[in-house]
């Protein structure tokens, strides 16, 4: 079995958050104005599918998004040697 590292699941959680922090809100307000149910049951319906699903994707795909980083960066780096070597070529 595959060891998995939390890392981008934690990552993706930490990126969607200031989402699911604002649907919690405008859920549990709704709730809790409506009478429905307390705010903090609200606000936990609102954001947890959200954050569920960022730390799902992020531990389904982290790899890929190591891959894209890093390949990223290499194309990033490259690109700046080869731009340096034909200005001097240019001189």
């Given at each position: 079995?595959?060891?998995?590292?939390?890392?981008?699941?934690?990552v993706?959680?930490?990126?969607?958050?200031?989402?699911?922090?604002t649907a919690g809100v405008v859920r549990g307000s709704y709730d809790a104005a409506?009478?429905?149910?307390?705010?903090?049951?609200g606000f936990y319906a609102g954001a947890q599918p959200i954050m569920t699903a960022a730390k799902d994707?992020?531990?389904k795909h982290g790899e890929a998004i190591t891959?894209?980083?890093?390949?990223?960066?290499?194309?990033a780096l490259g690109a700046r040697i080869l731009n340096e070597v034909l200005r001097g070529l240019r001189r």
């Open positions: 079995m595959e060891q998995t590292s939390p890392f981008w699941a934690n993706s959680a930490v990126a969607v958050s200031p989402v699911a922090i409506s009478g429905n149910r307390r705010f903090d049951e994707f992020g531990a891959k894209g980083i890093v390949g990223g960066a290499a194309t």
